[in-house]
């Protein structure tokens, strides 16, 4: 074990921690059964982003698009969060200041028992109006129409996520790199840390003096700037992390 993959070195370091921001990607689901957008099995290898995740496609083809959500609703609706998602809402009742980021749309965070959460990318069970920018929730898997349609004006519906070249909204991306810039340890979980500006999250973390705790089963662009690097999956190393975590707490009350 390297120094980088020291449980017990983190937790030594979560002791003396009172700000502890997380940042999350497709990586912490992917137990749960989400696919992935990059990798092997990853989205991404089998559909076109430009064809699915752009406003361009959106207006070619919104039936096609519309297909690919309604699709991804279907495998979400199925699955449940996992131990990984489960650690990190209870880490909410630890830590005297916890946020939570993520990059996901699925939302299992909310459904794990995550209070406050930043959405960058939005999330799959919101729809807005192309016309009047209203969102609002929907459920309905699996659609009755595709594409749908506003019942306030009949307009087309989008999935109120965001797609490439589109920007995020800037009080979530606010809040999130003062999330970042103000803790003392971030951890990243599963994430390829490849799209921006999530990416640049925990560099702004780093450049803060936060530790950066990297959770992943394979080496990305962030590993060469994280103090320590838990090559595993998210829903085996959390809980790992948090048994030890947990033992030192107690240890100390007594
Ligand atoms: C596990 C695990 C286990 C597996 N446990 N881990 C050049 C040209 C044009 C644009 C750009 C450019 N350079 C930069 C840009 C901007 C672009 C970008 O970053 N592109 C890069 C790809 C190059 N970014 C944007 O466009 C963003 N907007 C923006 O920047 O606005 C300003 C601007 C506009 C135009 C030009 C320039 C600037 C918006 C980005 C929106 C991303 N949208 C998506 C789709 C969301 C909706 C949906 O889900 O359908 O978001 S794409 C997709 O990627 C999704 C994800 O949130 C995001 C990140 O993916 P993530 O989460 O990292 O997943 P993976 O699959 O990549 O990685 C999974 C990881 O988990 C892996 O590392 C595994 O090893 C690991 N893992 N099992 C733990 N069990």
């Known amino acids: 074990m390297t120094e980088k993959q020291d449980i017990g070195a983190l937790v030594e ?9 997380v940042s999350t990607g497709a990586g912490i689901s992917a137990e749960s059964g989400i696919p992935t957008f990059r990798g092997q099995e ?60 993520t990059q996901n749309i ?13 959405e960058l990318h939005g999330n799959i069970w919101k729809v807005r ?3 009047e920018g209203t969102v609002t929730e929907n459920h309905e898997v699996p659609l009755t129409k595709i594409p749908p349609l ?15 070249g589109e920007s995020l909204s800037p009080v979530v991306l606010n809040n999130a790199f003062q999330q970042s810039a103000s803790c003392e340890v971030m951890f990243v979980v599963g994430t390829s840390a490849v799209v921006q500006p999530a990416a640049s999250l925990p ?11 990297e959770v992943n089963p394979d080496p990305t662009p962030l ?32």
């Open 13 to 21: 370091v979560l002791l003396q921690t009172r700000r502890v921001t």
């Open 42 to 101: 990853g989205l991404w290898k089998q559909f076109r982003a430009e064809e699915l995740a752009t406003p361009t496609a959106f207006t070619q083809n919104p039936e096609l698009v519309w297909e690919f959500y309604d699709w991804r609703r279907g495998i979400i609706a199925q699955k449940t969060p996992n131990p990984g998602h489960q650690v990190l809402a209870s880490w909410e009742n630890i830590f005297p200041s916890f946020s939570l980021i």
């Open 129 to 131: 109006c192309t016309e």
């Open 203 to 213: 560099l702004a973390a780093a450049e803060r003096g936060a530790k950066v705790v």
């Open 150 to 164: 506003c019942p306030a004006c009949g307009a087309l519906l989008r999935p109120h996520v965001v797609w490439f």
């Open 223 to 254: 590993t060469p700037y994280a103090n320590f690097s838990f090559r595993g999956k998210a829903g085996e190393i959390l809980p790992l992390i948090d048994e030890e975590l947990k033992k030192a707490f107690s240890a100390k009350k007594d």
């Open 106 to 118: 699925d939302g299992f965070h909310q459904k794990a028992g995550s209070k406050s959460i930043l």
